[in-house]
């Protein structure tokens, strides 16, 4: 199983970038990385996903390097509204194989 | 409204007291997933199935059953609660084979206290 290590927490103030970073240094060569946003009490909800170099979606960039051993969540101009639980998951694409969540980036945004 | 449910939502039992934990969803996924929360410990996988009749052990298997005799519907069996088994579960489906291959939609969660 590829394992993910990602920061415990982070704090910013509103109106700034944030950037998470995940190390999956086991990842296969058909995994996938995928970032879910968790609120307090709510499932995971699905927030990007890619494969290689940049990926952008109206909420987040998603930044991974050549060799796909890390990958970076780029949150523009964060909210307060963004304070949540942030994981990080390899998977393969067609899912044969059990999902790894880490254990989250908890990010705190202040005013 | 495209959904996966879960009931119960909150669940007191005691040990050895066999209970059931069930997941529908309505969006015809064939990918279901049982997860567990624990704080500290993120979400661990417990059981996922890939179709009717297509399950496989996740990373916390043990002491869990689950069965897939309907493509909706993924239940999660606790034969003989235990209280380490005192935790936010979480339910999931995807679809397979298009374009987001990793985009689960969560069930609203299920907290199961065995005391």
């Known amino acids: 199983l590829a394992k993910t290590t990602q920061p415990i927490s982070m704090d910013s103030y509103e109106g700034q970038e944030v950037n998470i970073t995940c190390s999956h240094n086991?990842?296969?060569?058909?995994?996938?990385i995928t970032w879910y946003q968790q609120f307090p009490s709510q499932g995971p909800r699905f927030i990007i996903q890619?494969?290689?170099t940049k990926v952008t979606n109206e909420v987040a960039s998603l930044f991974i390097p050549a060799d796909r051993k890390s990958s970076t969540l780029s949150l523009p101009r964060v909210s307060l509204s963004d304070t949540a639980v942030y994981y990080c998951?390899?998977?393969?694409?067609?899912?044969?194989?059990?999902?790894?969540f880490g254990s989250g980036t908890r990010l705190q945004v202040q005013p | 409204e495209a959904q996966v449910t879960q009931n119960p939502r909150y669940l007191i039992t005691v040990t050895g007291k066999k209970l059931t934990v069930t997941c529908s969803q309505n969006?015809?996924?064939?990918?279901m997933s049982w997860y567990r929360q624990d704080p500290g410990l993120g979400l661990r996988q417990i059981y996922y199935?890939?179709?009717?009749?297509?399950?496989d052990k996740g990373d916390v298997p043990e002491g869990y059953k689950v069965s897939r005799k309907e493509k909706r519907n993924f239940p999660l069996i606790l034969e003989s609660p235990s209280p380490n088994q005192t935790s936010l579960y979480f339910c999931?489906?995807?679809?397979?084979?298009?374009?987001?291959?990793?985009?689960?939609?969560f069930g609203p969660g299920t907290r199961l206290t065995v005391l």
């Open positions: 999931a489906s995807r679809p397979v084979g298009v374009s987001w291959y990793n985009e689960q939609f």
């Open positions: 969006m015809n996924h064939e990918y």
């Open positions: 199935s890939m179709n009717v009749e297509v399950t």
């Open positions: 890619g494969y290689k």
């Open positions: 998951l390899v998977g393969d694409r067609e899912g044969r194989r059990a999902l790894t």
């Open positions: 086991n990842i296969a060569t058909n995994d996938y």
